[in-house]
């Protein structure tokens, strides 16, 4: 026997799994655009085909579609991090070698910014279609 709390549960349990879905396409998406000679082929194709397969389903056309932001959040953040030690050049104590790095904090900044935006987005879409 379902009670009222037990359908909005599941609700919820599957509104978390399709925003989980779509954070995958916006992360695919996102390495597809500044990898686009290498690997971001590949992660483009992965991106449009999930990105249509969630499309035509109805449950994919609902505010869990935000999770595209908070997915290409994810890829500045690592970009960010990989950068941790610039701007400049770093050279290792173990290596003859210098790496030249980015600044982290633009990168830090633009993830913050875009899995902020996707959440509280998402969350206020979906308490407004729950009423």
Same mark, same amino acid.
């Given at each position: 026997?379902?009670?009222?709390?037990?359908?909005?549960?599941? +609700?919820?349990?599957?509104?978390?799994?399709?925003?989980?879905?779509?954070?995958?396409?916006?992360?695919?998406?996102?390495?597809?655009?500044? @990898?686009?000679?290498? &690997? *971001?082929?590949?992660? *483009?194709?992965?991106?449009?085909?999930?990105?249509?397969?969630?499309?035509?389903?109805? +449950?994919? +056309?609902?505010?869990?579609?935000?999770? &595209?932001?908070? *997915?290409?959040?994810?890829?500045?953040?690592?970009?960010?991090?990989?950068? +941790?030690?610039?701007?400049?050049?770093?050279? @290792?104590?173990?290596?003859?070698?210098?790496?030249?790095?980015?600044?982290?904090?633009?990168?830090?900044?633009?993830? &913050?910014?875009? &899995?902020?935006?996707?959440?509280?987005?998402?969350?206020?879409?979906?308490?407004?279609? @729950?009423?």
């Amino acid at each position: 026997m379902y009670y009222a709390t037990d359908v909005g549960n599941v +609700r919820t349990k599957r509104q978390s799994v399709v925003f989980i879905a779509w954070v995958a396409v916006g992360a695919c998406a996102a390495v597809a655009v500044l @990898t686009p000679f290498t &690997i *971001g082929l590949l992660c *483009g194709l992965v991106a449009v085909v999930g990105a249509s397969a969630l499309l035509i389903s109805p +449950r994919g +056309r609902t505010p869990a579609a935000l999770g &595209i932001l908070c *997915g290409a959040g994810l890829i500045p953040l690592y970009v960010a991090w990989l950068n +941790r030690k610039g701007p400049g050049n770093i050279c @290792t104590a173990t290596s003859s070698s210098c790496v030249q790095e980015w600044n982290p904090w633009f990168w830090f900044a633009l993830g &913050i910014v875009l &899995i902020a935006v996707g959440i509280v987005t998402f969350i206020l879409l979906s308490k407004k279609q @729950t009423r």
